[in-house]
C-alpha cells in the first residue's frame, strides 16, 4: 500500500487511493460501496508513467483534488494535469489536461480498471475476494460494465466514459494531440449496480461545497445549526469543527426502500461503513448538545432493525438492538449473520438510555411516543433473556456457531478482552460490570419517561425500586475488598474477574457507584497504571493481561476516557474530570486534531508524541464525538424540558471556553 493515502467517503461509500488518485488495492484501497469493493484497480498513465502528484488533499470529506504533472525527461513538464474526485454513491472523476508550452504536445493517457468485488470483510482480513464466483466485462460504445456473480448475488459497476475513447475490458486509452496552450478535459462515471438497481453518482463536475440529494441536512447546515465555540485556544477551536466535520461525513445516505431510511452515523472508516449498535448510540450521545439531529436518527434506525424473534445464528432475542448491519455479498449469500447481527448486549441499555438523553435536550415527546412499543420491548428483553440464569444481572454467551460472531458481548468485544489480574481468561456467560450500570440508568431513565410522557406511573415505580435494589446488590458483588476496586466482571461461576480496567468509569457514567465508594474509585482510575497522561488505559499496567498495543487491554480509547471523565463529573469530581477532558484534548492535538478510534497506551512524556496504533479507524464515530463529550464535561452541560443549563469548571490550562447559540435555527 502506497505511503500516503487520499480518502474520500460518503456514509456507507468511499475511495481509497495513493496520493496520485490510483489505485491497486491491498486491503482497504479501492472504490466500496455497501460492503463490497466495487474498483480495485483505477490506473492513470501519460505515456506508460503515473502522474507526478504537485498537490493532493481532500477538499470536501466527499472531495478531493489532484494537481501535477506529466514527467519528462526536460526540468519542466510541458502538461499539466487536475485530477477532481466526488463520492458520493457513485463516483464521479473530471480529468482536465492542459498544454503550459507555445508548441503542440502529444500525449497517450492510459486508464486501467479492474474490480475484485471483494466483501469488505473479506478485503479486511486479506482474503481473495473473486475467488469464488464468476466475472464478466460488458464493452459497448464508451460504457465497461464490470460484473460478479457468487452464488445467484450479483453486483455490477459501470464505468461511463464522457468522450470517446479506445475502449478495452480492462482499460480506457486516449491519444491527444494539443495545440499551445490548449486545455482538453473529460469526465468518468462510476455507478455501482446492486440488487439490478443502478446508483448513479450524485454530484457532477466541479461541485466542491456542493449538498448532494437525500442528505437531510448539507454540511454548510450541518455546520450553520451547531453551536459556536469561543476560545483562546486556535487548537481547540480546529478539534472542534474536526469533530463536527468527521461526524457529518459518516452519516449514512437515508435510503427509501432498505435501512437505514435515517442518516445516523455509521462506525468508521474502512471497516465499519455501516449501521452499528453501540457505537452510533454513543456517538450520538456525545454529540447531542451540538447535533441532536444524530441521536433522532439514530434511534429511529435501530427500532427499525429491533429483533422481533429468536434466531441463534444471528444472536438475535426478541427487543434486542442490533450490533451491526452487512449488505456485501457475504451477507447476501447467507455466510455471516450480521443481516443483521445481534451479539452485543449493550446496545439495548443504551438505546434506552439515548432515547431519555435525546428527550431532555430536546423535549421531542412525539418520537418518544412513537418509540414506545420499541422502548418496552428494549425493557423487556433486559428484565428477561438478558438476564440468562435470572440472578439480575446482564450477562452474555453468544448461541451463533458462525465462525464471524463474537465471544464477547460487551464494549470489549475482542477474544482476548476479559482476563483475570493473573490473564487468565474468564469463560462464559459473563456479566461485565458496565451492563450493570447501562441497565441501572436505563431503568431510571425508562422511569422518567414512564412518568412524564406515557403516563404510565406503575411502570415508573416499579422500575425505580428494581433500579435501586440493583446498586445495592452490584455494589456489594462488585467490589473486590481485596484489591479495594470495582472488577471487571463476574464470570460463568459467579467469581470476580478482578483485573482493574477502564470500565469502572463506566459506572461513574451510569450512576450506579454507591457515594462511599465514588472518591475511591475516582483515585483509582487516575492512578498511573491506568492514566497515561493522554487518557485511561483498558487495563491496568499493574495486571498480567497488560499490554499497551493490545486491543482491549492497554490500549486508549478516546470514548472510553471521554465517557470516564462525564462520570467524574456527574459525583461532582469536576477538577478531575477536567484533568481528564483536557488530557483527550491534548491527544486530539497531537494527532492533527482527529483522534483516531484507539491509540497505544504507552505514558505520556516530554515527546508530547502518542503513539498509534496500527490500522486504527480513522475517522471512527465514537471518537469523533470523543471531543464533544470532553468538551460537554467541561463546560458543566446538561438538558431538560428542552433547555440546556451551563455550570463550566475550566482548568488554568483554558482560560477561555464557551458555547454560543447556533446562527440559524
Known amino acids: 500500500m502506497a505511503v500516503e493515502q487520499l480518502i474520500i467517503l460518503d456514509g ?5 487511493s495513493d496520493h496520485s488518485g490510483d489505485v491497486e488495492a491491498e486491503q482497504a484501497e479501492g472504490f466500496f460501496y455497501r460492503d463490497v469493493r466495487h474498483l480495485s484497480r483505477w490506473l492513470l498513465t501519460f505515456d506508460g508513467k503515473p502522474l507526478d502528484p504537485l498537490t493532493s488533499r481532500r477538499v470536501d470529506y466527499f472531495s478531493l483534488r489532484i494537481a501535477g504533472a506529466v514527467p519528462k525527461a526536460e526540468d519542466a513538464s510541458p502538461l499539466s494535469v487536475i485530477r477532481d474526485r466526488f463520492v458520493t454513491e457513485g463516483v464521479h472523476e473530471d480529468l482536465v489536461v492542459q498544454n503550459l508550452t507555445g508548441h503542440e504536445q502529444r500525449v497517450r493517457i492510459e486508464l486501467e480498471f479492474g474490480a475484485d468485488f471483494a466483501d469488505v470483510l473479506e478485503a479486511q482480513s486479506g482474503g481473495p475476494g473473486n475467488a469464488e464466483g464468476k466475472r464478466w466485462v460488458d464493452v459497448r460504445t464508451r460504457t465497461a460494465t464490470l460484473w460478479h456473480e457468487r452464488e445467484g448475488y450479483r453486483r455490477g459497476t459501470s464505468i461511463r466514459f464522457r468522450r470517446q475513447c479506445r475502449l478495452t475490458s480492462n482499460k480506457a486509452v486516449y491519444d491527444l494531440r ?17 440488487d439490478g438497481k443502478r446508483r448513479e453518482p450524485l454530484l457532477s463536475c466541479g461541485a466542491f461545497g456542493s449538498h448532494a440529494p437525500k442528505m437531510p441536512m448539507s454540511l454548510e447546515y450541518w455546520l450553520a445549526t451547531a453551536p459556536e465555540l469561543e476560545t483562546d485556544s486556535e487548537v481547540l477551536q480546529h478539534t472542534y469543527r474536526r469533530s463536527l466535520l468527521d461526524l457529518a461525513s459518516l452519516r449514512i445516505r437515508p435510503e427509501e426502500e432498505t435501512h437505514p431510511r435515517w442518516a445516523m452515523p455509521g462506525g468508521g472508516l474502512p471497516w465499519y461503513m455501516t449501521v452499528f449498535g453501540r457505537d452510533s448510540l454513543i456517538a450520538a450521545f456525545e454529540a447531542l448538545p451540538f447535533q441532536a439531529e444524530l441521536a433522532h436518527a439514530t434511534l429511529q434506525a435501530l427500532a427499525g432493525l429491533q429483533a422481533t424473534d429468536w434466531d441463534n445464528f444471528r444472536d438475535a432475542e ?4 442490533p450490533h451491526e448491519l452487512r449488505r456485501g455479498t457475504l451477507a447476501a449469500i447467507g455466510r455471516i449473520p450480521h443481516t443483521p447481527y445481534y451479539g452485543t448486549h449493550d446496545a439495548t441499555p443504551l438505546f434506552l438510555i439515548l432515547l431519555d438523553e435525546y428527550h431532555r435536550w430536546t423535549a421531542d415527546d412525539a418520537l418518544v411516543r412513537r418509540l414506545e412499543q420499541n422502548a418496552r420491548a428494549a425493557l423487556g428483553w433486559i428484565e428477561g433473556p438478558a438476564d440468562l440464569d435470572g440472578d439480575g444481572y446482564l450477562e452474555y454467551r453468544k448461541r451463533s456457531d458462525s465462525e464471524w460472531a463474537l465471544d464477547n458481548h460487551c464494549w470489549k468485544d475482542s477474544d482476548e478482552s476479559i482476563l483475570f489480574a493473573d490473564g487468565r481468561r474468564a469463560e462464559p456467560p459473563i456479566a461485565t460490570c458496565e451492563l450493570q450500570g447501562y441497565a441501572y440508568d436505563a431503568r431510571r431513565r425508562v422511569a422518567r419517561l414512564a412518568r412524564e410522557v406515557w403516563r404510565d406511573d406503575e411502570l415508573a415505580d416499579r422500575l425505580e425500586r428494581d433500579a435501586a435494589e440493583l446498586k445495592t446488590r452490584f455494589n456489594r458483588d462488585f467490589w ?34 454507591d457515594d462511599r465508594r465514588a472518591a475511591a474509585t475516582v483515585r483509582r482510575l487516575l492512578r498511573p497504571d491506568l492514566f497515561t497522561g493522554w487518557g485511561v488505559r483498558t487495563m491496568s499496567s499493574d495486571d498480567e493481561g497488560y499490554n499497551p498495543l493490545r486491543y482491549h487491554t492497554g490500549t486508549v480509547w ?15 469530581f469536576r477538577d478531575e474530570a477536567g484533568r481528564l477532558a483536557v488530557a483527550l484534548l491534548d491527544a486530539a492535538a497531537a494527532f492533527g486534531n482527529q483522534l483516531p478510534e484507539v491509540f497505544a497506551g504507552f505514558e505520556r512524556d516530554n515527546s508530547e508524541t502518542p503513539i498509534e496504533y496500527p490500522g486504527a ?3 471512527q ?10 468538551l460537554r464535561t467541561l463546560l458543566g452541560l446538561d438538558a431538560a424540558n428542552g433547555k440546556a443549563r451551563a455550570r463550566p469548571h475550566l482548568p488554568p490550562s483554558l482560560r477561555k471556553l464557551r458555547l454560543r447559540p447556533a446562527t440559524r435555527p
Open 318 to 321: 426478541p427487543g434486542k438492538i
Open 621 to 630: 464515530s465514537w471518537a469523533a464525538g470523543a471531543p464533544l463529550l470532553a
Open 558 to 572: 478516546p470514548h472510553d476516557t471521554a465517557l470516564v471523565a462525564e462520570g467524574m463529573r456527574r459525583y461532582g
Open 617 to 619: 479507524l480513522k475517522p
Open 480 to 513: 473486590s475488598r481485596e484489591r479495594r476496586h470495582f472488577v471487571l466482571a463476574l464470570d460463568a461461576e459467579k467469581q470476580q474477574v478482578d483485573s482493574m480496567t477502564s470500565n469502572p468509569g463506566h459506572l461513574l457514567w451510569s450512576g450506579i457507584v
Open 12 to 16: 456507507t461509500t468511499f475511495f481509497y
Open 178 to 194: 494539443l495545440a499551445p496552450h490548449e486545455r482538453w478535459d473529460t469526465c468518468i462515471d462510476l455507478t455501482p449496480i446492486v
